[in-house]
């Protein structure tokens, strides 16, 4: 076993700095090497960390030492770069999502598959603590039974934003704009919760951008298979950018959640160990809504990456699976799709897409 597992980013954009700080925390891993087709951009990264740099990232991938390929590329780019790492046998960590249509994300899959390599994606609010209690608390029944689950996904981000990269807000390379860029963590998270969707009803503008082909509002009606109904509001335009918010309720009880703070815990059969968990979480800080810029692209809530990067190393050494493995990654893309087909059509559309 390797004393240190090895980890290579590819693609030195905004979300890379999430990643090498990440791996410079994680207890068993290293940053080998960094890799992106605009030399100042890599030479910046590799430099701040003191690795190697490339601007050709197969370079990157025929190093011995790298154990683990970050692919930190545009959307649109995920495939070929999984594709790669995979012929090259590294173990894989790509941004999300994961890839923009479902061909493209069922093609990593089996390549990966193929390959015999594993694929973890970036889905880290599932990591926080938070979202376990209410996911322990969904799957035990205190809920009762679900009737409703929403998620508000109202971000801000200015013209500049969009005009810092050629590929931001098209359809070829970002795959979509407020849901599929930056409201994808939340609509996984809001699936983990309250489980497969069953068919979406929506619309969506372009409504404070220039410049842009892709959304920045969207709004959808959501049907769950379990019988439950909610809604998904997603934007990049509402100024100043607000908590990313959930909302859950049963039968017996409703949980809410903004960012990584538990905001209400309330059931009809509440217990003494329900009342003393909201307590300490007030106490330890974590009933509060974290003050983050929330129109800022690189501001990531609490510990970000660094859980996600953990799991990759003890998964590698464990002989197992990471804990988000593709099939996961492609729910929340499936219902983001789905939604830009209502959008599109003017009709409710139906999961799973044909």
């Known amino acids: 076993m390797k004393e240190t597992v090895g980890f290579g980013i590819i693609g030195c954009g905004v979300i890379s700095k999430s990643h090498a700080a990440a791996i410079s925390k994680a207890s068993g891993a290293r940053l080998v090497a960094v890799a992106d087709i605009v ?10 960390y003191g690795v190697p740099y490339y601007t050709d990232y197969k370079d990157l991938l025929s190093r011995d030492d790298v154990d683990v390929a970050n692919i930190c590329l545009p959307s649109g780019l995920h495939m070929q770069g999984c594709i790669d790492a995979a012929r090259a046998g590294k173990n894989i960590i790509c941004e999300k999502p994961l890839e923009i249509t479902l061909p493209k994300i069922d093609r990593i899959i089996e390549e990966v598959k193929k390959n015999g390599v594993k694929l973890g994606v970036i889905f880290q609010r599932r ?9 322990e608390a969904i799957d035990s029944g205190k809920l009762g039974k679900l009737i409703s689950g929403s998620a508000y996904l109202k ?5 500049q934003y969009y005009d810092s990269g050629a590929w931001r807000g098209t359809w070829e390379l970002d795959g979509g704009g407020c849901l599929m860029n930056q409201g994808v963590h939340g609509i996984d998270l809001l699936q983990w919760f309250m489980g497969p969707v069953k068919s979406v009803y929506a619309v969506t503008d372009i409504v404070a951008h220039e410049r842009i082909e892709v959304e920045d509002i969207a709004v959808a009606m959501v049907k769950f298979q379990n019988g439950a109904v909610g809604v998904i509001e997603g934007s990049t335009s509402c100024y100043p950018g607000l908590p990313t918010t959930l909302e859950v309720y049963g039968t017996k009880g409703t949980v809410t959640l903004a960012e990584e703070a538990i905001t209400r815990w309330d059931f009809i059969d509440a217990t003494p160990e329900d009342k003393s968990l909201m307590e300490r979480l007030k106490a330890e800080g974590e009933a509060e809504v974290k003050n983050i810029d929330r129109s800022d692209p690189a501001a990531v809530v609490g510990h970000g990456h660094l859980p996600q990067i953990e799991d990759m190393v003890a998964a590698i050494r464990e002989g197992r699976d990471p804990a988000i493995v593709g099939e996961e990654g492609r729910k929340a893309v499936e219902v983001i799709l789905a939604i830009y087909e209502s959008a599109r059509t003017g009709k409710e559309v139906e999961l799973p897409l044909a």
């Open 39 to 48: 030399e100042e951009r890599a030479k910046a990264l590799g430099e701040l």
């Open 155 to 159: 971000y801000y981000r200015t013209q």
């Open 127 to 135: 990591f926080q603590r938070s979202s376990k209690l209410i996911k």
